[in-house]
Nanobody, 123 residues
Framework: VQLQASGGGLVQAGGSLKLSCAAS????????MAWFRQAPGKEREFVAA????????YYADSVKGRFTISRDNAKITGYLQMNSLKPEDTAIYYC?????????????????WGQGTQVTVSS
């Protein structure tokens, strides 16, 4: 399974971006997916996760109410809609997939990773 993240860019505070994570391989349509981010000088942190069916989602407190994770299993693609962006959201965003329909918060539980996409929020 290969993951291809896209959609990052430069946006002003308060703006929106939508990230996409396209997966290869039909089996990936049942895998749990998640988004993580890593800011310069900081450890990678959990952002959001979604179950294989799409019926169960979970968010980090820092993005709850502003970000929405979703998926289209027919397209084998995951999304992260980011609204009301803040400068502290600036980071490289990575999508990940797990060989299970259940999500986890810890990055060690994910089997596949995308290459990352840069999100920069200016104040």
């Amino acid at each position: 399974v290969q993951l291809q993240a896209s959609g990052g860019g430069l946006v002003q505070a308060g703006g929106s971006l939508k990230l996409s994570c396209a997966a290869s391989g039909r089996t990936a349509s049942s895998y749990a997916m998640a988004w993580f981010r890593q800011a310069p000088g900081k450890e990678r942190e959990f952002v959001a996760a979604i179950s294989g069916s799409g019926g169960n989602t979970y968010y980090a407190d820092s993005v709850k109410g502003r970000f929405t994770i979703s998926r289209d299993n027919a397209k084998i693609t995951g999304y992260l809609q980011m609204n009301s962006l803040k400068p502290e959201d600036t980071a490289i965003y990575y999508c990940a997939a797990r060989i299970s329909s259940s999500w986890y918060v810890s990055s060690v539980n994910y089997n596949y990773w995308g290459q990352g996409t840069q999100v920069t929020v200016s104040s």
